[in-house]
């Protein structure tokens, strides 16, 4: 059964701290690998895609990888306004399938 | 700002009854997708129009259904309620099927 599973669930910070978060996903026919941010009570927000193994995007302080089995979203030096919910999706033939997110809290 | 408008923004209904959301996509984006979200987990895939045909769909019942039309609007539809509906309903356009989407701010429907 394809599915895609993010760790941790949660992750807090010091402002400063480098960390990774982790897309595990198992699918057949991968099309396309995406992370979004999601900040409280809007839409997810796109962030990357990514579309073969050892693939990479950077945008600021975030960096995105591709194997062939999971997807790594780094995160360096964050700041206060980086604490979202950082959610991975996969794209097959017929569907689109997302993981349900990691909460980063970044304190001061 | 991503282009994307959905209305309305929030909505109570009562069990049983049918709803009707819209999106707005923005413009020359061919696919429109429907996402479910509860409190705390990630959006669940409703299904995806291209070209204003299903595309794909997740494991939604045929209660669900939708529509999408050339001047890129679409609509969710949803008949007999249920309460387990009550969720954030979000749309998401993109250019093309497997290409990164954008959301709209979404509909938080109430079912009492």
């Known amino acids: 059964e394809d599915q895609v599973t993010q760790s941790p669930e949660a992750l807090r910070l010091q402002e400063g701290e480098s960390s990774s978060l982790n897309c595990s996903y198992t699918?057949?026919?991968?099309?396309?690998l995406f992370w979004y941010r999601q900040d409280p009570g809007k839409g997810p927000e796109f962030l990357f895609t990514?579309?073969?193994a050892g693939e990479e995007k950077e945008k600021e302080r975030l960096k995105a990888t591709l194997t062939k089995k999971e997807s790594f979203l780094h995160i360096t030096a964050p700041k206060p306004e980086d604490s979202a919910t950082y959610l991975c999706?996969?794209?097959?033939?017929?569907?689109?399938?997302f993981g349900s997110g990691t909460r980063l809290s970044i304190r001061p | 700002e991503t282009g994307v408008t959905q209305s309305p923004t929030h909505l109570i209904k009562t069990r049983g009854q049918q709803v009707t959301l819209r999106c707005s996509s923005q413009?020359?984006?061919?696919?429109v997708s429907w996402y479910q979200q509860a409190l705390g987990q990630g959006p669940q895939f409703i299904f995806q129009?291209?070209?204003?045909?299903?595309?794909g769909r997740g494991n939604f019942p045929p209660r669900f259904s939708g529509l999408q039309f050339p001047n890129y609007s679409s609509e969710l539809n949803v008949n007999a309620l249920e309460l387990d509906d009550s969720a954030l309903y979000l749309c998401?356009?993109?250019?093309?099927?497997?290409?990164?989407?954008?959301f709209g701010q979404g509909t938080r429907l109430t079912v009492v």
């Open positions: 998401a356009s993109s250019p093309d099927p497997n290409t990164e989407a954008f």
């Open positions: 699918v057949s026919g991968l099309r396309g």
């Open positions: 990514l579309y073969s």
């Open positions: 999706a996969y794209s097959s033939a017929s569907k689109i399938i």
């Open positions: 413009s020359g984006h061919n696919t």
């Open positions: 129009y291209y070209r204003e045909e299903e595309n």
